[in-house]
């Protein structure tokens, strides 16, 4: 499902213009990522969490000729689904 898809499916769901879900939807990401870049956490309860995770200078390898580089550190967001969703999925 793409965001398009996403938006629709909330339209049909919720009986709501898709400009207006979509209007939402762009807001609810936004907010998200600014939250991240500020390195603090979104716990959404029951669906999961969003965290920013500090990843480490480490020593990669060129698969094509064998030679090691220098992948410099940063950071990466990263999510944890929360008990809700992971039981959701299973069934």
């Not at 339209?11 to 998200?32: E, F, M, N």
């Not at 500020?38 to 029951?46: D, N």
């Not at 220098?70 to 809700?84: D, H, L, Y």
Request: hydrophobic share 40%; net charge positive; glycine share 8%.
């Amino acid at each position: 499902m793409n965001k398009a898809e996403l938006i629709e499916a909330a339209a049909d769901k919720t009986g709501l213009t898709k400009k207006d879900i979509g209007i939402a939807v762009d807001a609810v990401l936004d907010v998200i990522t600014e939250t991240l870049q500020k390195g603090e956490k979104v716990h959404l309860v029951g669906f999961g969490n969003f965290d920013v995770k500090n990843r480490a200078e480490h020593i990669g390898r060129n698969p094509q000729n064998k030679q090691e580089v220098i992948i410099p550190a940063t950071r990466v967001a990263q999510f944890k689904p929360g008990k809700a969703l992971k039981e959701a999925v299973a069934r």
